[in-house]
Protein backbone atom coordinates (compact mmCIF):
# COMPACT_ATOMS: atom_id res chain seq x y z
CA UNK A 1 0.00 0.00 0.00
CA UNK A 2 1.15 3.35 -1.03
CA UNK A 3 1.17 5.91 1.53
CA UNK A 4 -1.15 9.20 0.96
CA UNK A 5 0.87 12.48 0.11
CA UNK A 6 -0.01 15.33 2.08
CA UNK A 7 -1.42 18.33 0.71
CA UNK A 8 1.29 20.85 1.88
CA UNK A 9 5.17 20.22 3.03
CA UNK A 10 8.33 19.74 2.57
CA UNK A 11 10.06 16.63 1.08
CA UNK A 12 13.87 15.05 0.40
CA UNK A 13 14.02 13.22 -2.85
CA UNK A 14 17.06 10.58 -3.00
CA UNK A 15 18.32 9.74 -6.33
CA UNK A 16 21.22 7.17 -7.37
CA UNK A 17 23.90 8.26 -9.90
CA UNK A 18 25.54 5.09 -11.51
CA UNK A 19 28.60 6.62 -12.65
CA UNK A 20 30.58 9.95 -12.70
CA UNK A 21 28.75 12.15 -15.17
CA UNK A 22 29.12 15.60 -16.25
CA UNK A 23 26.27 17.53 -16.64
CA UNK A 24 24.83 21.01 -17.63
CA UNK A 25 22.63 22.42 -14.65
CA UNK A 26 21.20 25.60 -15.81
CA UNK A 27 22.87 28.87 -15.28
CA UNK A 28 25.23 26.83 -12.69
CA UNK A 29 26.71 25.58 -15.40
CA UNK A 30 29.08 22.11 -16.40
CA UNK A 31 29.38 20.78 -13.56
CA UNK A 32 31.10 16.80 -12.55
CA UNK A 33 28.87 14.75 -10.52
CA UNK A 34 30.63 11.71 -8.19
CA UNK A 35 28.77 8.21 -8.76
CA UNK A 36 27.10 7.75 -5.88
CA UNK A 37 23.75 9.35 -4.20
CA UNK A 38 21.84 12.76 -3.80
CA UNK A 39 19.22 14.38 -1.72
CA UNK A 40 17.61 17.13 -2.68
CA UNK A 41 15.48 18.86 -0.27
CA UNK A 42 12.83 21.14 -1.25
CA UNK A 43 9.11 22.07 -0.57
CA UNK A 44 5.33 22.76 -1.99
CA UNK A 45 3.27 24.69 0.25
CA UNK A 46 0.78 23.71 -2.07
CA UNK A 47 0.41 20.94 -4.01
CA UNK A 48 2.93 18.33 -2.65
CA UNK A 49 2.16 15.32 -4.51
CA UNK A 50 1.61 17.63 -8.06
CA UNK A 51 5.41 18.67 -7.34
CA UNK A 52 7.09 15.12 -6.60
CA UNK A 53 4.92 13.76 -9.77
CA UNK A 54 6.74 16.41 -11.63
CA UNK A 55 9.91 15.56 -10.39
CA UNK A 56 9.61 11.73 -11.11
CA UNK A 57 8.54 12.61 -14.82
CA UNK A 58 10.83 12.23 -16.92
CA UNK A 59 9.13 14.71 -19.98
CA UNK A 60 9.03 18.66 -18.38
CA UNK A 61 10.12 22.14 -18.80
CA UNK A 62 13.56 22.48 -17.68
CA UNK A 63 12.87 24.66 -14.90
CA UNK A 64 14.87 23.97 -11.86
CA UNK A 65 18.65 22.87 -10.98
CA UNK A 66 17.19 19.36 -9.81
CA UNK A 67 15.28 19.22 -13.32
CA UNK A 68 18.29 19.02 -15.18
CA UNK A 69 20.33 15.97 -12.64
CA UNK A 70 17.22 13.83 -13.03
CA UNK A 71 17.84 13.92 -16.47
CA UNK A 72 20.42 11.51 -15.59
CA UNK A 73 19.96 10.30 -12.41
CA UNK A 74 17.75 7.77 -11.41
CA UNK A 75 15.27 8.58 -8.21
CA UNK A 76 15.15 6.24 -5.91
CA UNK A 77 13.16 7.46 -3.38
CA UNK A 78 11.03 10.63 -1.57
CA UNK A 79 9.90 11.38 2.10
CA UNK A 80 7.83 13.67 3.19
CA UNK A 81 6.73 16.00 6.03
CA UNK A 82 3.46 17.23 5.97
CA UNK A 83 3.25 20.74 7.05
CA UNK A 84 2.41 24.45 6.58
CA UNK A 85 5.30 25.72 8.29
CA UNK A 86 8.74 27.10 6.88
CA UNK A 87 10.52 24.20 7.77
CA UNK A 88 12.34 23.62 4.54
CA UNK A 89 15.80 24.97 5.40
CA UNK A 90 15.70 23.15 8.67
CA UNK A 91 15.60 20.22 7.23
CA UNK A 92 17.97 20.64 4.68
CA UNK A 93 20.08 21.92 7.63
CA UNK A 94 19.73 18.48 9.26
CA UNK A 95 20.13 16.43 5.99
CA UNK A 96 23.49 18.16 5.30
CA UNK A 97 24.57 17.16 8.43
CA UNK A 98 24.73 13.59 7.60
CA UNK A 99 26.14 14.06 3.90
CA UNK A 100 29.72 13.43 2.79
CA UNK A 101 29.15 16.45 1.09
CA UNK A 102 27.58 19.30 0.08
CA UNK A 103 28.97 20.00 -4.05
CA UNK A 104 27.50 23.15 -5.32
CA UNK A 105 26.84 25.84 -3.96
CA UNK A 106 23.38 27.31 -4.68
CA UNK A 107 21.83 24.20 -6.33
CA UNK A 108 18.09 24.86 -5.43
CA UNK A 109 18.53 27.76 -2.68
CA UNK A 110 19.15 30.74 -4.38
CA UNK A 111 15.77 32.13 -2.65
CA UNK A 112 17.44 31.06 0.85
CA UNK A 113 20.81 31.76 3.23
CA UNK A 114 21.37 28.03 2.23
CA UNK A 115 24.44 26.95 0.97
CA UNK A 116 22.90 24.48 -0.98
CA UNK A 117 19.55 22.08 -0.65
CA UNK A 118 21.72 19.51 -2.69
CA UNK A 119 23.82 17.21 -0.94
CA UNK A 120 26.42 13.51 -1.54
CA UNK A 121 26.21 10.38 0.29
CA UNK A 122 28.64 7.67 -0.93
CA UNK A 123 26.05 5.35 0.20
CA UNK A 124 22.62 5.31 -0.40
CA UNK A 125 21.42 7.09 2.98
CA UNK A 126 17.36 5.55 2.78
CA UNK A 127 19.25 2.41 4.51
CA UNK A 128 20.40 4.52 7.21
CA UNK A 129 18.16 4.83 10.61
CA UNK A 130 19.73 8.46 10.95
CA UNK A 131 18.53 9.24 7.82
CA UNK A 132 14.83 8.18 8.66
CA UNK A 133 15.14 9.79 12.48
CA UNK A 134 15.24 13.70 10.68
CA UNK A 135 11.78 13.02 9.11
CA UNK A 136 10.05 12.91 12.93
CA UNK A 137 13.14 15.46 14.12
CA UNK A 138 12.68 17.78 11.85
CA UNK A 139 8.65 18.51 12.41
Known amino acids: MK ?3 PDKGVYCIVMNLDKDTKMQIGKLGAIQFS ?3 YCYVGSALNNLKARLERHASKNKKMQWHIDYFLKKA ?3 HMKTIKTNKKI ?3 LNKAVSELADET ?3 KFGSK ?3 CKSHFHYFKLNPIFEKEFHD ?3 KVK
Do not use: H, M, Q, Y
Open 3 to 5: AKI
Open 35 to 37: EGS
Open 74 to 76: RLV
Open 88 to 90: ECK
Open 103 to 105: PIR
Open 111 to 113: DCK
Open 134 to 136: IFE
